[in-house]
Each structure stands twice: as C-alpha cells, then as structure tokens.
C-alpha cells in the first residue's frame, strides 16, 4: 500500500503570504494525485488533479507540481477563505483510493 | 447540477447494524461514466475510503474494510447505500457518499478521484 506523508501538520500564515504545503509518497505515484480543500463543517472539494491541474472553478492563486513521489501545492496569496484543511490523495492502487493525513492551514 | 444527499440514523448502539442512505439528484445513478462510493472522516482524523459501487451492482471494496462494511444500490429509487454490522465506538465517524469518476474514454479527467460530494451525516456509536 502506497503511503502519503503531508508536512506539516499545520501552517501558521498571515491572509496575503504565500502557502507551501507538502504531499511524499512511500513509492512513485507518477502524476496520479489530487489535492482536497476541506473548510469547518464541509465537505471536501477538489482542487487539483493529475498533480498540477486546477479542477473546474479553482481560482488561479492554487498551482500544484510534483511527479514520483514529491508534491507541492501552493497557494500564492491566501485569501480569508483559504484558511483550511487540505489533502491529497492517489489513484495508483484501485480500488483503493488513499488520503494523506492532511494539513492545516490556520491564521497566524 | 448533480447532488448526493446522506442520511442515516444518526446514533447507533454499540453491536447495532448501521445502515446509510445516499440521494442521487440532478443526474442519472446509472451512467456508464461514475462509480457511486462512501468515505469516512473520524473525529480528528483524515479521509478514509470504504468502498464503491457501480450500478451494475459491481462492487469495490478497501481491502482494509472488506469484510466489514457492505454497499448496494437501488437504480429505480436513485440511491446507493451503506451497511456496517456490528458498529463500535471506533465507526463514529462523517460518512460522505461520493462519485467517482471511471477511467472510460470521453470521460472525466477526474477517474479516481472524488469529484462531487455529500454534505456528510455524522454517525456517533454509543450506548
């Protein structure tokens, strides 16, 4: 089973700066990744897929790359809205669709 | 717009059966392109995927779960469904019911990943 490894655990940024958060498989997923938005109380929404593309909607400031075993999402300039949790997530083993345990992006 | 709706019993005894219903609107349950699934999220915790089902009734399991939890669905009421005999405190949990994309040409770029969501249900096991 292919493990995902999110770092860190939780982010500390003021609206405006820039988020770099962090997804490592155990082994290469190649580009088979996607990341998750997930605000209080909500479900999670998809926000990058294939590893470095926008999902429908998903504003210009989120950008993702990576390929293998190292991902990156970030976020250029954090929004009010922004502040959440976000995951990823590989397809490489279906039916088995497995999450990272998330980071927390909260307000400094 | 396509819409999945959860619900559930909200509390269940400990050893009860726990069983979950989710709405499919706004778009056919039996198309070719999606497969219907179910997650959990624990209090605290990440995502966790237990299966999915395709309307031919093709099922697809996480083979950590199998064995556990059982998924069905009902094409003529536009609904897919969750069983889980013999619940613990360790099942309190969101159960999110989803679709996913199937990897089939002209098809979503989204193919195993979670495209649309359920708001979720909460399911607390307590006596």
């Known amino acids: 089973e292919i493990v995902l490894t999110q770092t860190p655990a939780t982010l500390s940024l003021s609206p405006g700066e820039r988020a770099t958060l962090s997804c490592r498989a155990s082994?290469?997923?190649?580009?088979?990744l996607a990341w998750y938005q997930q605000k209080p109380g909500q479900a999670p929404r998809l926000l990058i897929y294939d590893a470095s593309n926008r999902a429908t909607g998903i504003p210009a400031r989120f950008s993702a790359s990576g390929s293998g075993t190292d991902f990156t999402l970030t976020i250029s300039s954090l929004e009010p809205e922004d502040f959440a949790l976000y995951y990823c997530q590989h397809r490489s083993n279906w039916p088995l669709l497995t999450f990272g345990g998330g980071t927390k992006v909260e307000v400094k | 717009q396509l819409q999945l709706q959860e619900s559930g019993p909200g509390l269940v005894k400990p050893s009860e059966t726990l069983s979950l219903t989710c709405v499919v609107s706004g778009a056919s349950i039996r198309s070719d392109y999606y497969y219907w699934g179910w997650l959990r999220q624990r209090p605290g915790k990440g995502l966790e995927w237990i299966a999915a089902?395709?309307?031919?009734?093709?099922?697809y399991y996480n083979p950590s779960l199998k064995g556990l939890f059982s998924i069905s669905i009902d094409t003529s009421k536009s609904q897919f469904y969750l069983k889980l005999k013999s619940a613990t405190a360790a099942d309190t949990a969101v159960y999110y019911c989803a679709r996913v994309p199937r990897p089939l040409s002209g098809s979503s770029n989204y193919y195993y990943y979670v495209d649309v969501w359920g708001k979720g249900t909460t399911v607390t096991v307590s006596s």
């Open positions: 089902i395709f309307y031919s009734t093709s099922t």
């Open positions: 082994q290469s997923v190649t580009t088979n």
